[in-house]
Nanobody, 122 residues
């Protein structure tokens, strides 16, 4: 199994920036796809950005040009740099991971999840 621990959430003003981090442990050699997802109160969970172990990242239309997903393989850490935050970005953000299965996009269902970190935009 893979364990994921997110950090970096908080409260930011409209237009501000935050960087989320997700540290992976356990069977990390089995990871082929990682991503960030979010869920606001009363709304369904949505994919924000995903990145395969090899290849390019994919973003939801709502965050393109504002969010950047990246990873540091040596630190086994996934990041989400968020800029130009808006009220509609407020949510609990989750890091997720899974094996490679041919696709790695924000619609992908991944088996391993972190506990989430809250982002509030005031």
């Amino acid at each position: 199994d893979v364990q994921l621990v997110e950090s970096g959430g908080g409260t930011v003003q409209d237009g501000g920036s935050l960087r989320l981090s997700c540290v992976a442990s356990g069977a990390t050699q089995d990871i082929g796809c990682m991503g960030w997802f979010r869920q606001a109160p009363g709304k369904e969970r949505e994919g924000v950005a995903t990145t395969p172990t090899f290849g390019s990242a994919t973003y939801a239309d709502s965050v393109k040009g504002r969010f950047t997903i990246s990873k540091d393989n040596a630190k086994k850490t996934l990041y989400l740099q968020m800029r130009g935050l808006k009220g509609e970005d407020a949510a609990t953000y989750y890091c997720a991971a899974g094996p490679w299965s041919g696709t790695c996009d924000p619609q992908r269902s991944l088996p391993f999840w972190g506990q989430g970190t809250q982002v509030t935009v005031s």
